[in-house]
């Protein structure tokens, strides 16, 4: 008998009969291994995919006739992959919008269907676009500029006239960064850029278009402009992510600090916002209800205060901006308030499997942000615990006195930070190569603040929106300098924030896979989890680095040696470039100087660890790089002959490809990774890298 960890096949097969009510909570791990596949290939599938789920599904409901268990569960598990890389195929198609290829500066007319204040710029988006005839060729759909004059009279719905200059979207920082041109395409985004000098206001388009795709925008900066102009400054941008979304208004050293603290989540709408929402409203529907005997004695008031609630939570829902994790709090924070009014028990573990379902099939795409990954790992990792201590916290919390009752609200609070803090940390290294050090200590102080406090002053400054009152505000910036206090002590102890750097996805996958497979079965089976665990753990100690990273401009380049702080050329040149390359390479503050690098006005060159790299930046250096160089990463064309190097990089594979990253090989070889090259030919990738 083949044994795996003491538990025999038969065993196995056993448990996994008994958990059978569990198999459904598997479909998205399925869907997402279809979308995961469509992001993942190199070539562009066609719209014949789009047939695949039926065919699929006849195979599906003719072997339902048959008794082989083993090969209808195989084919409905093929049957959700192809659910999930049909709907990728379907969403690229119906986004689909001409991109921008060169840089150009023309006259533009458009409405602005959104909105986002920074400090000093506003960045808004323009659809219905007209250009002057002949001066662009690409139809474009959308395009987002920044705009730095006239911020308070600009809002969605007025069409625009402004001269600007427009750019492609730009490419990832590195090869398995942050792909905004994915993100712009599934925006319908072509082009970014920004206005030369003052606007001019065509009209106002009153158009159902309009209202269809910019009303809630509308809404949402009515919001931040009313917030802006009554609430305190230092808390303004606080309140306007919390009630709105759109965090651009927040000050980058707060931001910074509520990002060190382990804080950040309290600025994205999601779950707590969408509960602690909830849950004021309900409860004091139910008791203005109660407070009526004629309402209290004849009617069912908690199903009363729960449709009010519903229809709270779809006005919270629309000035929000419905982002991905605040349409998966709506359904689920819905779900329960729904199952109220029908006296049923809402199952949380089948409300996120069905809530993660409807978005990836809705929005394939999210399944790639950080936002859908950290936002249902924390929900799935606190429905596995509280279904484990549930029962005990509640009954701590309805004996005793006062005393008890709190002790039993500090721990709960302790052990949500502290799961959800543990259930996020992979992902926060993946997608920022950081983790914060205190924020269990952060979230036991700040949390109860937003809950008591913050929230419930939001509801107030919502019902008193047409209002001249400036009390809600005051007082809930009360409880935001309060938070903003906490945050920022917490990120000033020493080693608050971990830098580790990124690590390969195929990693996250595995960890992924284990902890579902340790929250969602209920048998020993679930201990099979940790020999998976294990090994993934030892394997991101030993991520690779690469050894020089150089931006597709040719301007940066950075060297990294083990156990020391990266070089980087410049401080100052492709500056977003340089933040995004310390996710890779694990350091905060990358060093000005490093031994053997030497520079001069003609380039630089790295001489240590076995290998000379040249970085010319003339032809004069690149003549004298070719006689001694063993890589050239060159911002030149090279034109000349150059046998010496064994890998050659220069100005035109820069352009074509992206930054390179290089990294040794087995030997004396190098291998290199390009941003185009992880790409492959995708719709969102610029034509000249597809030709």
């Not at 986002?116 to 005839?133: C, M, Q, T, W």
């Not at 750097?501 to 201990?527: C, D, E, H, K, N």
């Amino acid at each position: 008998m083949i044994t795996l960890t003491g538990l025999s096949i038969r065993s196995v097969k056993a448990q996994l009969m008994l958990d059978r009510s569990r198999w459904f909570l598997f479909s998205p791990v399925f869907v997402g291994a279809g979308i995961v596949t469509y992001f993942s290939l190199a070539w562009h599938p066609g719209k014949l995919w789009l047939m695949l789920p039926f065919g699929l599904l006849l195979l599906l409901v003719l072997s339902g006739r048959t008794e082989r268990q083993a090969l209808h569960l195989t084919l409905k598990a093929v049957f959700l992959i192809s659910l999930g890389f049909s709907a990728s195929v379907f969403r690229e198609a119906i986004v689909a919008a001409p991109v921008l290829q060169k840089r150009i500066t023309v006259e533009i007319v458009g409405t602005v269907t959104q909105k986002s204040s920074d400090i000093g710029v506003a960045r808004i988006k323009l659809e219905n676009l007209k250009f002057p005839e002949g001066s662009i060729k690409s139809n474009l759909m959308a395009v987002r500029l920044s705009v730095r004059s006239g911020l308070k009279e600009l809002h969605p719905g007025m069409r625009i006239q402004a001269r600007v200059v427009l750019l492609p979207p730009p490419m990832p920082a590195y090869a398995g960064g942050f792909d905004f041109q994915r993100y712009a395409y599934f925006q319908s985004i072509g082009a970014t850029g920004y206005a030369i000098g003052a606007y001019e206001v065509l009209k106002e388009d009153t158009s159902f278009w309009l209202l269809l795709k910019g009303l809630s925008a509308k809404a949402r900066d009515s919001i931040a402009t009313y917030i802006k102009e009554r609430g305190p400054p230092n808390t303004a941008g606080f309140a306007i992510a919390i009630m709105t979304g759109d965090k651009g208004a927040i000050p980058v050293q707060q931001l910074e600090d509520m990002r060190h603290s382990g804080l950040a989540h309290l600025l994205a709408i999601s779950g707590l916002h969408m509960g602690m929402i909830g849950g004021l409203i309900f409860f004091l529907s139910r008791f203005l209800f109660a407070c009526w005997p004629t309402v209290a004695l004849n009617y069912p008031i908690k199903k009363m205060a729960a449709v009010i609630t519903l229809f709270g939570l779809v006005c919270y829902l629309f000035v929000s901006g419905m982002s991905v994790s605040a349409i998966r709090a709506f359904i689920m924070i819905s779900a329960f308030f729904i199952a109220v009014c029908f006296d049923r028990t809402a199952l949380s573990f089948r409300m996120v499997v069905l809530a993660a379902l409807i978005i990836m099939l809705v929005f394939p795409e999210s399944l790639l942000s950080a936002s859908f990954q950290m936002s249902f790992a924390a929900v799935f990792a606190l429905i596995a615990l509280y279904e484990k201590l549930g029962p005990s916290l509640n009954r701590l919390a309805r004996s005793g006195r006062v005393f008890r009752k709190l002790s039993a609200y500090s721990l709960g609070i302790a052990l949500t930070s502290l799961i959800a803090g543990l259930a996020t940390a992979p992902f926060a290294v993946y997608h920022f190569g950081q983790m914060a050090t205190f924020s269990l200590a952060a979230n036991l102080f700040a949390v109860p603040i937003m809950g008591l406090w913050v929230m419930p002053w939001a509801i107030a400054t919502f019902l008193t929106l047409f209002l001249p009152w400036s009390f809600p505000l005051e007082m809930m910036g009360h409880g935001i300098d309060a938070i903003l206090l906490i945050a920022n002590e917490t990120a000033s102890w020493p080693q608050s924030v971990q830098f580790f750097g990124t690590y390969s996805p195929v990693l996250l996958i595995g960890f992924i896979l284990a902890a579902l497979w340790w929250m969602i079965w209920r048998q020993p089976i679930r201990w099979l989890a940790f020999p998976i665990i294990l090994p993934i753990t030892f394997a991101f100690l030993e991520t690779e680095k690469p050894l020089a990273i150089i931006s597709n401009s040719g301007n940066l380049f950075a060297v990294w040696e083990e156990e020391k702080a990266p070089y980087f050329s410049s401080q100052s040149i492709d500056r977003f470039s340089a933040k995004k390359w310390t996710l890779v390479l694990g350091k905060q503050d990358p060093e000005g100087q490093m031994e053997g690098v030497a520079c001069d006005s003609y380039g630089c060159v790295y001489s240590k660890q076995g290998v000379t790299i040249g970085f010319p930046e003339n032809q004069q250096a690149l003549m004298e790089d070719c006689q001694r160089a063993t890589v050239i990463m060159s911002r030149v064309p090279i034109y000349i002959a150059c046998p010496k190097p064994v890998l050659k990089i220069d100005k035109f594979d820069l352009w074509r490809q992206g930054s390179h990253s290089l990294y040794r090989g087995p030997g004396d070889s190098f291998r290199v990774e390009t941003v185009n090259g992880v790409r492959g030919q995708r719709p969102w990738v610029p034509l000249r890298s597809r030709n």
